[in-house]
């Protein structure tokens, strides 16, 4: 039972509405020192690490992230001062992280209905470095484990319809960061053992301290969670068809029928193999 201080109530009021503080007992476990992430690294599939130069700008273009030279291997045994960023995707694969993962979510199951893709991500940053203003597809659940950083936590109502459709047309996770919008969001400091909620669709950034860190993030998804990213497929289509598509969840009934649309289209494509 590693996840603390995570209320029914709480929960129930405020999961995937606003972000919300947890606790955890990862920070000790012998799974995330630095040479246990260098074994997991090299077991990983080539397109499970990204990485890349840790000092960015809240708005950072994907297509020129700056690379550093070092190997993945280099790169973590020197995270404390080769000034980088990286995360190891799906890291679930392997069986000691799986249980982690398992560990916390088996205690947010009964509150997430339907929950199902478990998958789970370390990041292994350095002193100092930025993650770039951005969106993320999944329930996320950050936790902290070594290092401190800062997080800062968007209303997803800041987001244009437009932005968020372009994300799940396929388009690259990092947005444009507009500073008139700073008081629109909420920031937590995180230390090892505490963690924090990023619903779907709120954009956010993250500031390391000044020691290298290593986070946990635990994600899920739902059925109603992968229900409203087929309806801004479907939005993103209609816009581009020279529409104005009904913002998701303004009308559950408009929803409703985008998506078996969206759902006889799909079936109707894997029936034709393009699936
Ligand atoms: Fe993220």
């Not at 499970?48 to 993945?72: I, M």
């Not at 860190?213 to 816009?239: H, K, M, W």
Request: glycine fraction near 6%.
């Amino acid at each position: 039972m590693p996840l603390r201080e995570l209320s029914p109530g709480r929960f129930t009021a405020d999961f995937n509405r606003r972000p919300f503080a947890i606790k955890h007992d990862l920070a000790q476990h012998p799974a995330f020192a630095l040479e246990r992430l260098v074994e997991l690294a090299r077991k990983l599939p080539a397109d499970a690490v990204e990485y890349n130069a840790g000092d960015l700008p809240l708005t950072q273009d994907p297509k020129s992230t700056p690379r550093t030279g070092l190997s993945v291997e280099e790169t973590i045994q020197r995270i404390t001062e080769c000034k980088s960023w990286m995360v190891l995707k799906r890291v679930e694969v392997d069986p000691t992280y799986k249980q982690a993962l398992d560990d916390c979510l088996d205690q947010i199951e009964p509150l997430a209905p339907g929950m199902r893709t478990r998958r789970a991500f370390i990041f292994i940053s350095s002193p100092g470095s930025v993650t770039p203003y951005h969106i993320d597809h999944e329930y996320n659940f950050l936790l902290q484990i070594r290092g401190t950083k800062q997080m800062t936590i968007f209303d997803p109502a800041v987001l244009p319809e437009e932005a968020i459709e372009r994300f799940y047309r396929g388009e690259h996770r990092n947005l444009v960061f507009d500073q008139s919008l700073a008081d629109k969001a909420q920031t937590f400091d995180l230390s090892p053992g505490d963690g924090v909620h990023v619903p779907v669709n709120a954009p956010h950034y993250v500031l390391n301290g000044p020691a290298a860190s290593v986070s946990f993030s635990i994600t899920f998804r739902t059925p109603e969670g992968d229900r409203r990213s087929a309806v801004y497929q479907v939005n993103d289509r209609l816009r581009r068809a020279g529409l104005a598509p009904r913002p998701v969840g303004k009308t559950p009934l408009v929803d409703r029928a985008k998506y078996l649309g969206y759902a006889l289209y799909a079936r109707a494509q894997k029936r034709l193999g393009r699936g």
